[in-house]
């Protein structure tokens, strides 16, 4: 089973920089990838960016593209995904998530499985 457990959540100021972790294990040969979204209030959740764990190439929704970052490693059974969070806006403010999935022809596509969630607010 996957367990998936973010962290690097915040209030920060317009302009300023986080960054969040995510930390998963039970991970099997069905995933090549991980990924984060975010979830406004009465939103569906979004996706955000995805990174391969194989060859690290990333993938970025246009809404972040050139702010947000996200990287991987790898350590024995833990594999841990990043994403560093720069020049927020207030339209930032969400819930972030990661996710375990595939990257396929393009595209992520999510596994079932989320972890709690991280809140992550940007005041202007």
């Known amino acids: 089973q996957v367990y998936l457990v973010e962290s690097g959540g915040g209030l920060v100021q317009a302009g300023g920089s986080l960054r969040l972790s995510c930390a998963a294990s039970g991970i099997d040969f069905s995933t090549n990838a991980m990924g984060w979204y975010r979830q406004h209030p009465g939103n569906q959740r979004e996706f955000i960016a995805s990174?391969?764990?194989?060859?690290?190439?990333?993938?970025?929704a246009d809404s972040v593209k050139g702010r947000f970052a996200i990287t991987f490693s790898r350590d024995n059974a833990k594999n841990t995904v990043f994403l560093e969070m720069n020049r927020l806006k207030p339209e930032d403010t969400a819930v972030y998530y990661c996710n375990v999935g595939r990257f396929l022809n393009g595209n992520y596509y999510p596994a079932s499985t989320w972890g709690q969630g991280t809140q992550v607010t940007v005041s202007s």
């Open positions: 990174i391969t764990t194989g060859d690290s190439s990333p993938l970025y």
